[in-house]
């Protein structure tokens, strides 16, 4: 078998899987502008996945063919085997950030069809679920994405994708390009089949006015019949085009014993439809075509409606996809210039971005200064002056002056890229609110079909003749549209307002917690502060150190370190010196071995069991020393301070003018941290705080029956983080925090947590509203339509009042205007 498998359009063999073909088969791909054969309707599924999902390279570079399944319900059960082949999952399947190198655990971004409403994400959830290896499944509904976390020694891929397929939900690996297209074909036919159900409302409603108006002996009985005709043909093209989407849905409902929003919807249209059309076809006047055209516009209206916007509200999040540029300008040894493609770029490589381009990755600035917009990345709408030493994310637009950048981080990797996972992982989990809300939906349906057919019994004693259509306003008033729309609705729109404001929400229960927090605990450096050390002052202690030699020691062993303290000491590191078996202790400080002799640089009492008194002067002190067990030399004392953040005064008070306590956890010394405490009106603070010091403080809160927001930035925060009701990361904040926070920060401003709070109290109250709303009108217009008191043209037109109202409610967000300075938060619930 050659390495590269090679087929033309003239190949008798199957294109994906090597089978005959039958003659005049017309199954085909296209793939490089050429049409190639396939054996099956299976493998023409699978290979169009393959290449809808931008993996047509599999074709190109794969070394063997798959097995071909021997008959149609082995094929049924094989049909997405091919993307357990290692090569294929390689483009798209990766390891989950943060996990140990022998975890298996991985993860991959998928697009998929047939998502409709807030119950097809609640129905893969639940059923990919149940499934043994899935670590968890999250849907996004603003732009039909599903991000999976799970094991591959327990669970195969394939197992996964034809489970989505056999409940009616065809899956492929996302591509944004290719996804993007697909979503727009799909808001182009919701259009369509809108325009249809439309014009032909409008229509059937011309037709029966007369009918209503004049009465039977009004109109001769000629013009009556072509009347019931002409909605009869119209009403056809709406249920069979307009309507296919209320039927599929109801169809796979069914198939997988789910009671959804499509079932009562489906019964309705189908069964006014087959009545009314029963009725043209005897000669009878007791049609509702002018109630199966009207439910079916109003209802398609109204998820219209909700589909625009949740794209709207996720639009931002979903631009994070193509915010890399496609290539970039390497600049090669001998100094010439070099155009390659921007995920061709490593570590190392110096790239040239000038003025109007975007930066194609993360990294430093080692030459020129310029003004970065970051607002894509931030939310921050004026650009930021960086120069040579800074740091830059890829995704910034470069907009005055030429720079020259040393890539750290690129493709996958980079910062950009991992925002659109984070983003998906917050709806790998729902409020209680958002559950309570789904159960009540499905619950609803069932009862709703029971009292729709006690009322039909009831009816058919009291009057036979109004049986149909009193029936068919109780299935229609009461679909529980509105409260299936109430929670989803206003979480997306949140989640799209705090993502334009620089809030990376990451876990979905973070709203909910943010609303409900009675306490928000502040990390001192790099979160309070700026992250931004400076080595103000070198005090040796051994007879015969330099401060210059003492600076060289604590920057060799600071070289091995994320923690904004290392930056203090970048300038002082001294090539030829290097440390190994460098052990960072979390809060404490780092130990290593330089010249065969062991050092230890960070907090007195980790550096010495006896350690020397500390300096009075203000600010940071760091000890460094020779350590031997039983044997500590005290080197030299380094002082660093650290700038506070300019809205850090303004943040505090108004957080605790909204009524939440504010609390200071640092692990630096007991002056500094009180210092700091002091200038920014923070009264309860611990200093010298460990990490196991830091969890201790907040499970005794927790268990005082506090909700705990938790602030942090470094390593040392990761256990906090994790423990508190919700976590937040700055956005200086280390790979492994902000993968372990339930939210981000994309901007430097503290402020940005004053707006979360405050975004999410309102979405809190925005829910409740659209709950009681929602409940409300099902539980008036209940009795009403059971009465015969609402038509069916009524019942459609309260039902998408209703749901419409709801998403009016949400929409709410998008306008939302919060301060932008000191003021007091909005009010709290």
Known sequence: MSATLEHSSDTPG?????????????????????????????????????????????????????????????????????????????????????????????????????????????????RLNDLDGLESSAVNLSHHRLHLIWDPTRLALSRILSELAAIGYPTQPYEPNIAQQKLQRD??????????????????????????????????????????????????????????????????????R???????????????????????????????FDSVTMFTFFLLFSRYIEMRARRRNGHSGNAMTGVLPASATRLEADGSERIVPANHLRPGDRVLVRPGHGVPADGMIVSGQASLDESMLS?????????????????????????????????????????????????????????????????????VLIATIGVAIVWSFIDPSRVLWVTLSVLVVTCPCALALATPTALTASHGQL??????????????????????????????TEGRMRLRETRPLADGLSAQRARELAATLEAHSEHPIARAF??????????????NHPGQGLEGVIDEHRYRLGRADFCMATPP?????????????????????????????????????????????????????????????????????????????????????????????????????GINDVPVLAAADVSVAMNGATDLARTRADGVLMSPRLWRIVEAVQLARLTRRLIRQNLTWALCYNLCALPLAALGLVPPWAAALGMSASSLVVVGNALRLNRTRLPATRSPLAEST
């Open 14 to 126: 199957c294109y994906h899987c090597g089978a005959g073909v039958p003659r005049g088969a017309p199954w085909r791909i296209t793939l490089d502008g050429e049409p190639r054969p396939l054996c099956c309707p299976g493998c023409e599924a699978v290979a169009h996945a393959i290449v809808d999902g931008g993996l047509a390279s599999y074709y190109r570079f794969r070394t063997q063919l798959p097995a071909r399944p021997d008959d149609r319900q082995a094929a049924r059960a094989e049909t997405w085997a091919v993307f357990d082949d290692p090569e294929l999952q390689r483009q798209f399947v990766h390891r989950v950030p943060g996990d140990a190198v022998d975890d298996s655990r991985v993860q991959a971004t998928f697009a998929v069809d047939g998502i409709t409403c807030a119950a097809c994400a609640w129905l893969i959830e639940h």
């Open 187 to 256: 808001e182009r036919q919701a259009i369509r089949r809108l325009i249809v159900a439309g014009v032909a409302m409008m229509q059937v409603m011309m037709f029966s006015i007369p009918l209503y108006v004049a009465g039977p002996d009004g109109i001769g009985e000629g013009f009556q019949q072509l009347f019931h005709w002409l909605s009869l043909t119209l009403s056809t093209a709406v249920v069979t085009f307009s309507a296919v989407p209320f039927f599929r849905g109801a169809l796979r409902d069914l198939r997988v």
């Open 258 to 288: 789910h009671l959804g929003m499509d079932v009562p919807v489906a019964i309705a249209i189908l069964g006014a439809y087959l009545a009314s059309a029963y009725a043209v076809l005897i000669g009878s006047n007791e049609t509702y």
């Open 379 to 447: 939310g921050e709408s004026l650009p930021i002056a960086r120069s040579v030493g800074d740091s830059v994310t890829g995704g910034s637009l470069n907009t005055d002056s030429p720079l020259t950048i040393e890539v750290t981080r690129s493709g996958r990797d980079a910062r950009a890229a991992g925002i659109l996972e984070l983003s998906d992982r917050a709806f790998a989990s729902r409020p209680k609110i958002a559950e309570q809300a789904s159960r009540m939906a499905h619950h609803f349906v069932l009862r």
């Open 499 to 528: 993502r334009r404001r620089g809030v990376l929400i990451t876990r979905a229960h973070a709203i909910e917690g943010l609303s409900q927090a009675t306490r928000v605990v502040f990390d001192k450096t790099g979160t309070l």
């Open 570 to 583: 970048r300038d002082h590191r001294e090539p030829r010196l290097s440390a190994c078996e460098v052990r």
């Open 613 to 713: 008194a500390e300096p009075e002067q203000r600010g940071q002190w760091l000890l460094l020393s020779r350590y031997e067990p039983g044997d500590a030399t005290p080197l030299a004392w380094f002082r660093l301070d650290d700038a506070l953040r300019e809205d850090a005064h303004a943040t505090i008070a108004a957080l605790r003018q909204a009524g939440l306590e504010v609390e200071l956890l640092s692990g630096d010394g007991r002056n500094a941290v009180a210092a700091l405490a002091d200038e920014v009106g923070i009264t309860t603070w611990t200093a010298g705080a460990t990490p196991e010091d830091k969890l201790a403080r907040i499970q005794a809160l927790q268990a005082d029956g506090e909700q705990v927001v938790m602030v942090g930035d």
